[in-house]
């Protein structure tokens, strides 16, 4: 069966070497499932159809089987009756009988041989799709783990390198620029100062003065 070949080819070849090929691992490892579920699907009714032929064969050595014994007490019977003849003709079938069931005995252990083998095969193939289905868990584990690990490695390739950084040092040099502006601005204010401000700071000036000297009339006035 093309089935049993498939089978053996599936776990003859080395996974890796299938995903190497394969655009997708984990849709490719379950599509190789869907595949053997196929193949496993097709078997059990192979062995259905075996099983069926080794139950006819079976039955058939039965009723073979009742029929003769039932002549041979038949036969037995006339002979206590005294009519060998109903007796003679009662054993001429047993014989008819025991024919059919030596060769419908021989067809059953032929069938029975070949749906044990199917059995066994089955399960075979059963137990194979088990062990690759646990190693698929496996093998999309590890693959997923490697997409993060792939995303996080160009991620982090370009992490702090290239743009950000230029950007940050774009950024410094303009938060310096601007500095240097407001001092350049602030400076340009005091060297830009109007006549009206001069007099103002004077006007400020003489007020401190002239409180000052009240004070200082105050103590005079004190030590006299």
């Given at each position: 069966?093309?089935?049993?070949?498939?089978?053996?080819?599936?776990?003859m070849?080395s996974?890796?070497?299938?995903?190497?090929?394969?655009?997708d691992?984990?849709?490719m490892?379950?599509?190789?499932?869907?595949?053997?579920?196929?193949?496993i699907?097709?078997?059990?009714?192979?062995?259905?159809k075996?099983?069926?032929?080794?139950k006819?064969?079976?039955?058939?050595?039965e009723?073979?089987?009742e029929?003769?014994?039932?002549?041979?007490?038949q036969?037995?019977?006339?002979?206590?009756?005294?009519?060998?003849d109903?007796?003679?003709?009662?054993?001429?079938?047993?014989?008819?009988?025991?024919?059919?069931?030596?060769?419908?005995?021989?067809?059953?252990?032929?069938?029975k041989?070949?749906?044990?083998?199917?059995?066994?095969?089955?399960?075979?193939?059963?137990?194979?799709?088990?062990?690759m289905?646990?190693?698929?868990?496996?093998?999309?584990?590890?693959?997923?783990?490697?997409k993060?690990?792939k995303s996080i490695?160009?991620?982090m390739?370009?992490?702090?390198?290239?743009?950000?950084a230029?950007?940050f040092?774009?950024?410094s040099?303009?938060?310096?620029?601007?500095?240097?502006?407001?001092?350049?601005?602030?400076?340009?204010?005091s060297?830009?100062k109007?006549?009206?401000d001069?007099?103002?700071?004077?006007?400020?000036?003489?007020?401190?003065?002239?409180e000052?000297a009240?004070?200082?009339?105050?103590?005079?006035?004190k030590?006299?």
């Amino acid at each position: 069966m093309g089935i049993f070949k498939r089978l053996r080819d599936m776990t003859m070849a080395s996974i890796n070497d299938l995903l190497d090929k394969a655009e997708d691992p984990i849709k490719m490892l379950n599509q190789y499932l869907r595949d053997m579920q196929d193949d496993i699907q097709d078997a059990e009714i192979a062995v259905a159809k075996q099983i069926a032929i080794e139950k006819k064969f079976k039955q058939q050595k039965e009723e073979a089987a009742e029929m003769v014994d039932k002549r041979a007490q038949q036969a037995m019977t006339a002979l206590e009756q005294g009519n060998e003849d109903l007796a003679r003709r009662a054993l001429q079938d047993k014989k008819e009988h025991q024919a059919r069931l030596d060769e419908m005995t021989r067809q059953y252990d032929i069938a029975k041989a070949n749906a044990d083998q199917l059995r066994a095969q089955l399960q075979e193939m059963k137990d194979e799709f088990t062990k690759m289905k646990n190693k698929k868990d496996l093998l999309v584990a590890r693959a997923e783990a490697a997409k993060a690990q792939k995303s996080i490695n160009q991620a982090m390739s370009g992490f702090g390198k290239d743009n950000a950084a230029k950007g940050f040092d774009r950024m410094s040099e303009k938060v310096m620029q601007l500095e240097a502006e407001a001092e350049a601005s602030k400076e340009l204010r005091s060297e830009s100062k109007s006549l009206d401000d001069e007099f103002a700071s004077l006007k400020t000036n003489d007020g401190i003065d002239d409180e000052l000297a009240a004070l200082k009339a105050q103590l005079a006035a004190k030590k006299q």
